[in-house]
């Protein structure tokens, strides 16, 4: 008898092992992400004749527009006025209602554009999505689908997630916010968009006639956009800590309601499901109080009311992934053109601050640049590739590379590569390397309506004879063109700036100076001796500087210039090296 239950028990055993071992699938590319990035990588991918998966946690395709409600387009045009980002994007910006636009048209896109590609298979609603690894080889990912547990094979993955979560958790290296220029790992400020009610047809058309002919030039209207208002960094006095009220993008929808991408919320870890907790119940809080303000405050606003707040917030910045090549601010400000060129940029570099008080930091802008197919294989592990916010850019580079026709381009390019890799039966890596398939990927992007040209264009402030300081404070945010790329280096300059400059330099770029300069505060103009004083304990930097014409070249008297401070701080650095 006992020999019957053993063998029962065995077989009981063995039946469900067999249960829950996972049920493998295979597929030529996976793309996991359900962002506009990973929309376009997967269409490319199945154009290109590649059996696709493309899957997600989340329960709609859209990502940042459909969930995080980001309904107003950053568009990146070149020198002549030509969309630089075409391709998928463009098939997708031609069937929606402009650079504003209905939340609900994308997601109608959308779908239509997945549907209609037989190679691609959507898996939405998806759990515990995690990269299966072997001797740093990705070898597809394991997911589990309506409560059954997957193993879904691919010879390629695309890591199209906004944070590349698949690429962090398969070990690819990264930096994270803007711990690469020294500063914090949180990054930018997040952004609860909410949606208005009560702004009737002739209030939008006072809103935007008020923001057309205000003294602002960086405000305005056209036709269901609306952006101004700057002064609600001052005017509007948050109730708690961390919180601000910026001004106002304003994006009508069709139904009549008015989509407001305004409220920061700052200092959240955005890979951390409690901290982002934190920053939607901060902004609910908030708009108890913005409400009443922007009735009293806006023409055209005494009837709004709340409607509702964005599923997801809008996280500007989190992974910076460590690639073959990371795209630099000098990259993008130089106008750089790369041989394996991907994609076209041209957005200024947008950067919201990290703390309340700070306005919107525009470091320059950018004429036109290129993106390399280097800057979207992540180093270590094989098999993957980037399509997102996170991949190869440096924290000040992704102030423009981040917008999402950029990324849009980008996935495109990645699910092109990943479908040319495998029919060569190589890596991306390997491709990468070889000129001769490089310039097929260009060839097959172009031909699917993809704008890649070569291009030389020199940006003037190069030719400036303080272009290498610019350059040392550019590297760190510590000074911003903003979009005339005007650096104002001829203007006289503060003690107080001086010391701020001089204070970061050493803490972000590590420099190893005994000062301690406190004259912050000072709005007196910066003299020879002032940079003397601050630099007595290291006489060894005052010896080299001497060398330089630039400061045998200094007037005791004159105060210096911005541009004097940038090229003397270069040779400082120089001196530490």
């Known amino acids: 008898m006992k020999y019957g239950i053993t063998l029962v028990l065995i077989l009981s055993l063995l039946l469900t092992g067999c249960h829950n071992r996972p049920t493998a699938v295979d597929y030529d590319i996976i793309v996991v992400g359900s962002d506009p990035e990973a929309i376009a990588a997967a269409l490319a991918a199945a154009r290109s004749g590649a059996k696709t998966l493309l899957i997600d946690s989340r329960e709609k395709l859209g990502g940042l527009f459909t969930l995080g409600w980001l309904n107003f387009l950053d568009m990146n045009y070149g020198p002549d006025w030509t969309l630089l980002t075409q391709g998928i994007f463009a098939e997708f910006f031609n069937q929606i209602e402009g650079i504003s636009f209905n939340i609900t048209t994308a997601e109608k896109v959308f779908n239509k554009m997945v549907a ?83 702004i009737k047809i002739e209030d939008w058309v006072l809103l935007s006639d008020y923001l057309n002919t205000d003294d602002d030039p960086e405000s305005g209207a056209s036709g269901n956009s609306i952006w101004g208002f700057a002064r609600f960094y001052n005017d509007y006095q948050a109730s708690q800590d961390n919180v601000q009220l910026r001004g106002l993008n304003l994006a009508r929808q069709t139904d009549g309601c008015v989509m407001v991408n305004a409220l920061q919320i700052f200092q959240i870890d955005p890979l951390s499901e409690q901290s982002k907790q934190l920053a939607r119940q901060k902004a609910l809080t908030e708009l108890e109080h913005i409400i009443p303000f922007l009735k009293k405050e806006v023409p055209g606003m005494d009837n709004i009311e709340l409607l509702a707040v964005a599923p997801e917030l809008y996280i500007r910045e989190s992974r910076h992934m460590q690639t073959e090549y990371r795209l ?110 490089v310039q097929q990927l260009q060839e097959k992007l172009i031909a699917n309506g993809a704008y890649l040209p070569e291009f030389n264009i020199t940006a003037p402030i190069t030719e400036n004879p303080y272009y290498n300081g610019l350059k040392l404070l550019r590297k760190y945010g510590l000074i911003q063109g903003r979009y005339q790329n005007n650096y104002r280096l001829d203007d006289q300059v503060t003690i107080g700036e001086y010391s701020r400059v001089l204070n970061n330099l050493i803490a972000k770029d590590q420099w190893d100076l005994p000062v301690d300069y406190h004259k912050s505060e000072s709005t007196e103009y910066l003299l020879k001796q002032d940079i003397e004083e601050s630099l007595e304990h290291a006489p060894q930097i005052l010896s080299l500087l001497n060398q330089h014409k630039i400061w045998s070249s200094l007037s005791a008297t004159k105060p210096l210039t911005r541009g004097e401070m940038a090229q003397i701080l270069y040779y400082c650095k120089l001196a530490l090296s």
């Open 116 to 198: 209609a590609e037989e190679n691609i298979s959507l898996k939405l609603n998806a759990e515990d999505i995690k990269p299966v690894v072997q001797n740093n080889k990705l070898l597809g990912i394991s997911a589990v689908i309506d409560d059954r547990k997957y193993q879904l094979n691919a010879a390629q993955v695309i890591d199209a997630t906004q944070d590349c979560d698949i690429a962090a958790a398969a070990g690819v290296p990264f930096t994270q916010g803007q711990e690469d220029i020294g500063g914090p790992t949180y990054g930018m400020a997040v952004t609860q968009v909410f949606k208005l009610g009560g």
């Open 328 to 437: 630099t601010i000098d990259d993008v400000l130089e106008n750089t053109d790369f041989s394996d060129r991907i994609a076209l940029g041209s957005y200024p570099v947008d950067m919201q601050g990290t703390e309340p008080g700070q306005d919107v930091i525009i470091i320059g802008n950018p004429a036109q640049y290129a993106i390399p197919l280097r800057s979207i294989i992540p180093l270590q592990i094989e098999n993957l590739l980037l399509a997102s916010r996170s991949a190869g850019y440096d924290s000040l580079a992704h102030g423009s590379a981040r917008m999402v026709p950029i990324g849009m381009c980008t996935g495109e390019a990645a699910g092109t590569a990943a479908a040319l890799a495998l029919e060569n039966k190589i890596s991306v890596r390997e491709l990468a390397k070889d000129t001769v398939l």
